[in-house]
């Protein structure tokens, strides 16, 4: 199979979709990240996404959605979950709720859970991709399974060359890291993995606290299973919170003391332009002649917690 990147106009976004019918994978911009897409009801095509991808078939997948109304069919909605989604959707947050017995979303992309993660995206591409297709489109990071996210269409291109038809060029994702996914399948809402929308942001939206699980495991069982493994990690060994350098490391600075020859995801200490930067900036370090990788703290307040849980996971040994 040759893999086309395909310009992101609404001739393409229409054939790219008419792709998706037809049980094919296709990769798209949303605000967060590039997504690997397939329709959410048709298992064959969401078996695909685990194969292209190596994904752990317990790995359960994000389902994207035109809108709230759409949701409603295949989740239980709660309160707080239309607190969440009047507040922050379209946009970078996903919400774990109860699958309906008479939901159409394939068991295969929840791994069998009895919960669906659900999130409206706001990126005009994905929107448009969602309207045409008719249905809800799984979507997991479109890179190869545990590696650096993608933020571009080269980055897509360079982790699934031929292994999908088409990749839609939507140019640098907006926010550059994951949404933030959070548990309301029970009675206490709980933070299974930080991400662009804070805890803070949370809490001042439903006017209580919440709780922040690394979703490995709440006591018996595992309940968010993509949060357990080494992710996010370029193929060269890289070390976090490093404030001296070794002669052969590359270093990924923050901040001004940050050395003036390397990469800094942010003279200025900006979270926002941190984040943005920074699957873009390891992509760019990934590379042969780098031996090794060297990051500099960054500090763990708002955005930072999800940017250090991404540097965390993106350093763990194999
Ligand atoms: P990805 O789409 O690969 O960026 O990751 C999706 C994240 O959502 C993973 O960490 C999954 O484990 C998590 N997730 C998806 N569906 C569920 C679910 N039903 N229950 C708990 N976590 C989920
Ligand atoms: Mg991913």
Known sequence: MITKILEGNLD???????????????????????????????????????????RPSFNPLIIHFKNILD?????????TAEALARTFWPGPITLILNRKNTSKISVL???????????????????????????????????ESGLISPTDAQHVMKSLFNKIPYIIDGRATKIGLESTVIDLSQDAPAILRPGYITKEQIEKSIKYSVTVNDG?????????????????????????NATEFL????????????????MNLSYSSNLDEAASNLFKFLH?????????????????VGLGIA????????????
């Open 216 to 240: 490995s495991t709440n006591g018996t069982n595992v309940i968010s299973p993509g949060m357990i493994n080494k992710h996010y990690s370029p193929n060269v060994p890289m070390r976090i």
């Open 307 to 318: 940017i250090n849980d991404r540097l965390r996971r993106a350093s763990l040994k194999d």
């Open 71 to 79: 949701v409603k069919k295949e989740v239980f909605w709660n309160d």
């Open 12 to 54: 393409n976004i229409s054939l790219a979709a008419t792709a998706l019918k037809s049980g094919k994978l296709v990769a798209f911009p949303t605000e967060t990240v590039y997504g690997l897409g397939a329709i959410a009801t048709d298992d064959d095509a969401v078996a695909k996404i685990f194969k292209a991808k190596s």
């Open 247 to 262: 002669k052969n490391e590359k270093v990924l600075g923050f901040g001004p003391k940050a050395p003036t020859l390397a």
């Open 109 to 143: 992309a929840s791994a069998g859970l009895k919960t669906v993660a659900v999130r409206v995206p706001g990126h005009y591409i994905a929107k448009i991709l969602i309207q045409e297709c008719g249905a809800p489109i799984a979507a997991p990071s479109a890179n």
């Open 284 to 300: 760019k370090l990934d590379h042969s002649d780098t031996q090794s990788i060297a990051v500099m703290p960054i500090p763990e």
